[in-house]
């Protein structure tokens, strides 16, 4: 096993595990947390234009109230949920900032039954239900989904002041049962007779409430999904017994019932105001469903959408998370896999109709976007071009409107043509940290281009809300985290891979910045790393996704490159040429490095890496030679695939894939002669022969896509992303939102259901604390060092020290 700071805690700041359950981590008090890298460094963007005086972190949901939409930008308040930063910002429409709710509005409404106001912890989704379509006046003003404590806060806005807000009235508490009971509460709506309804995520259902102002509780009118049974499926594509189109769902019970992760919601009232409809976003099951509310505000489905044409072609949603309509009815949709945003005509008049016929499949007017990482797409003249087309799980899509129901417009540039009156939308591009403008035609369906980068088009400045997450020190999304031990002056000092940003920091333990690691940028696409010990110092094996460094034919190939420990190159090697067939390492086949381990083992070392591709390689390290010893893994086919550009699910996606399978492999560690791997999605840790490759046994009850623990468990994972070896086994457990601290596995034999029988010490930190300080929001990748436990998060973007 390879050299790793040593493993002894503190027993009062682990948890601990008692009678087969974890207690809560209020009950063994809160253990001395540091957070660094998410600093707010608003400081430095003063001298910005207004739209770029700030940042996100990953920014959820936009929502605006309507009737400041007057024709004049700056009088326009959009509120965007900044989860990250644990904060609602309000912009006009120029992209300025001008208020934000957070800890400093602690003021009750006249008619609060509260006695305080609550700290916004996560707000995952906001809504905001306009005076103009507010039945009763009291009910208008914005409502938060505050994901941290499971609960729906109500707050109502200052007409003279979009900095001022006071606090109404909660909804919900957390649980599995009927009532308030919510878990993971991600979207919702408000319609203006105060029918509130929330897509109850981690229930997967939806509930509604009805809203008394007189009170100010809500009572439930419907719940529809799960309510306490199993899971339901319900997919939509062609196998089994689903439909070729969307015309038997009445017959088909699962389909018809089920919720898989809904999300996003919207409802429409129809011009003539004789009917309602909910819109709901079924993401885990790639297809929106539209359902007519009744007075009593029960639902009724009328339709399922899912697959669809665009151009004769047929396509289908993929991962579907934010929903909205006009005026007119027509459909708004942000795919989030698809990296795309998606517009459906209303068919029909004073009804929601989107297809025409029962067997036919709805038509796009358009389908605009592809996956792109901002970072990275600013920096390459081959994608410079269509910058303005890249989104990163783009969350919500908001047509702009005043408030008699017209689309707000403007007059633009759009590659060389000047249009006058092109019609806004919003879009909440989160996986790139920024709001997006996006201009559709004035008179045909097309959009004309969405807001890009200085220099992209003509355009002198950025034209998308909120600064570039580039700042030195600061992270966009980390791919892989290692300790470099300290040598004679230099101190221990903590590695990150920030792979949108290519490059890798370097961190004290105290958390302060000291550089970039080689001193530049790594291009392109750094992901995983690690340290390993040689010759009385150390190395660090750096993967690449597209080496752009490397010579021709090969520029743009994978490597593994070498650096000794003050940052100066010692080998490249060509991951793309030591690979072929279906396992080759190669970026452009879809099979790029995402982590690495690297062990002594004598005089060479061994080499684990896994790949995008769902594929476990070993090599041996012997000085200047790196050699293919062997390939483990790849998909399980019966899963299928909901990923990139094509649209694969299999029969079996919903389950847990084969041993020895992968959906969405991540971190690796080895050492005692064995390698453990991350198996994200199919929620296990797969151990096999370090010499081999032999499967030898799973860590966790593993179990299918998307399903998650009622409570936490020793043996039940949420999505794991990290795993580290070092006496113990830490597991960073992605959506439990906890680091895991485990016995060492090592020499343990599987028991009779091929698990290994690990114990469970106990875990970190307080999961309800969401994007705040002690909140891990999601956890990925871990590891030790002297008396701390460093994990970064996903949502934070950070690095949380817990001591």
């Not at 419907?222 to 009445?250: C, F, R």
């Not at 783009?394 to 019609?423: F, H, K, L, M, Q």
């Not at 996006?438 to 959009?447: G, K, L, R, S, Y």
């Not at 043996?715 to 992605?734: A, I, K, Q, S, W």
């Amino acid at each position: 096993m390879r050299k790793r700071p040593a493993a002894a805690f503190a027993a009062a700041l682990l948890l601990a595990v008692a009678a087969g359950l974890v207690r809560p981590a209020a009950e063994a008090g809160a253990a001395t947390v540091l957070t660094f890298a998410d600093e707010d460094r608003s400081s430095e963007l003063t001298g910005h234009v207004v739209h770029q005086r700030y940042q996100f972190n990953t920014p959820t949901t936009v929502t605006y109230d309507r009737d400041t939409i007057t024709g004049n930008p700056a009088a326009a308040r959009v509120y965007v949920a900044d989860m990250g930063n644990h904060v609602i910002r309000v912009f006009d429409l120029n992209g300025k900032q001008i208020g934000r709710l957070d800890d400093a509005d602690t003021q009750l409404a006249p008619d609060s039954p509260a006695s305080s106001v609550p700290q916004i912890t996560a707000p995952l989704g906001i809504y905001f239900l306009s005076k103009s379509e507010a039945v009763d006046d009291r009910l208008a003003g914005l409502y938060i989904n505050d994901v941290g404590v499971h609960k729906l806060h109500f707050f109502r806005t200052d007409p003279s002041n979009p900095d001022r807000f006071y606090y109404v009235t909660s909804f919900g508490q957390e649980g599995h049962g009927g009532g308030a009971d919510l878990k993971l509460p991600r979207n919702m709506t408000v319609t203006p007779d105060g029918l509130l309804y929330v897509s109850d995520e981690f229930n997967h259902r939806i509930k509604g409430f009805r809203i008394d102002p007189d009170t100010w509780t809500a009572t439930l009118v419907t719940t529809v999904g799960s309510q306490g049974g199993p899971i339901i499926p319900g997919t939509d594509k062609d196998y089994g017994t689903d439909s070729t189109h969307y015309d038997d769902y009445a017959g088909e019970p699962l389909k018809r019932d089920g919720f898989r992760i809904p999300q996003g919601m919207t409802y429409w009232r129809t011009p003539d105001g004789s009917r309602t409809y909910l819109y709901v976003a079924d993401n885990g099951n790639n297809r929106v469903k539209i359902f007519e509310v009744a007075a009593s505000g029960t639902l009724t489905l009328v339709d399922i959408l899912g697959r669809f044409t665009r151009n004769g072609t047929a396509d289908h949603l993929k991962r579907p998370r934010g929903v909205r309509v006009d005026v007119n009815g027509n459909l708004y949709v942000a795919d989030t896999y698809g990296g795309r945003i998606i517009r459906f005509p209303n068919l029909g008049t004073n009804t929601a109709k989107y297809r025409t016929s029962l067997s036919a499949d709805a038509a796009a007017s358009w389908v605009y976007g592809r996956l792109g990482i901002h970072q990275v797409e600013m920096r390459t003249p081959a994608t410079a071009l269509t910058e303005d087309e890249a989104f990163q799980l783009p969350n919500d899509v908001v047509p702009v409107e005043t408030p008699s129901g017209a689309r707000y417009t403007e007059n633009i540039w759009s590659w060389g043509v000047y249009y006058p009156g092109a019609r806004v939308l919003l879009v909440s591009d989160t996986g790139n940290h920024r709001i997006k403008k996006c201009w559709e035609h004035p008179t045909q369906n097309t959009i004309l281009r969405c807001s890009v980068s200085a220099g992209v088009g003509g355009v002198t400045a950025h034209e998308f809300w909120g600064h570039p997450r580039t700042l030195a020190g600061q992270l966009h999304a980390v791919g892989g985290m290692d300790l470099l031990p300290g040598q004679g002056s230099d101190p221990d000092t903590l590695l990150v891979s920030d792979t949108p940003n290519t490059v890798i920091y370097r961190y004290g333990l105290d958390g302060s910045y000291k550089g970039k690691f080689t001193g530049g940028s790594i291009s392109y696409g750094v992901t995983g790393l690690s340290v390993y010990p040689v010759s009385g110092s150390h190395h660090v094996g750096v993967l690449v996704a597209a080496d752009a460094t490397l010579p021709y034919p090969y520029t743009g190939d994978s490597s593994l490159r070498i650096y000794n420990r003050a940052g100066g190159s010692v080998n490249v090697f060509n991951l793309t040429t030591r690979t072929s067939g279906a396992s080759k390492i190669s970026y452009t086949g879809g099979n790029f490095p995402v982590a690495i381990d690297i062990v002594p083992e004598g005089g060479s070392y061994g080499v684990f890496i896994s790949t995008s591709g769902n594929r476990l390689y070993r090599f041996t390290l012997s000085g200047s030679s790196l050699t293919l010893n062997w390939v483990t893994g790849g998909p399980d086919p019966s899963k299928g695939s909901d990923s990139g550009s094509t649209w694969n699910l299999g029969p079996n996606f919903y389950g847990e894939g084969a041993a020895g399978t992968f959906d969405q492999i991540q971190d690796v560690t080895a050492g005692g002669g064995r390698v453990y791997a991350v198996d994200r999605r199919n929620q296990r840790i797969q151990v096999f022969n370090a010499s081999t490759g032999a499967y030898i046994a799973k860590i966790g009850k593993g179990g299918g896509t998307y399903d998650h623990p009622a409570s936490i468990t020793p043996d039940e994972f949420f999505l794991p992303h990290g795993v580290r070896l070092d006496g113990g086994l830490l597991v960073g457990d992605g959506f439990n939102m906890i680091v895991r601290d485990y016995d060492d596995p090592t020499g343990l034999t599987p028991d009779s259901s091929g698990r290994l029988p690990v114990t469970m010490r106990g875990y970190w930190v307080d999961p309800h604390l969401g994007t705040r300080k002690g909140g891990l929001f999601a956890t990925q990748h871990v590891l030790r060092a002297g008396p701390y436990v460093f994990v970064d998060s996903l949502i934070s973007n950070r690095i949380t020290r817990i001591s």
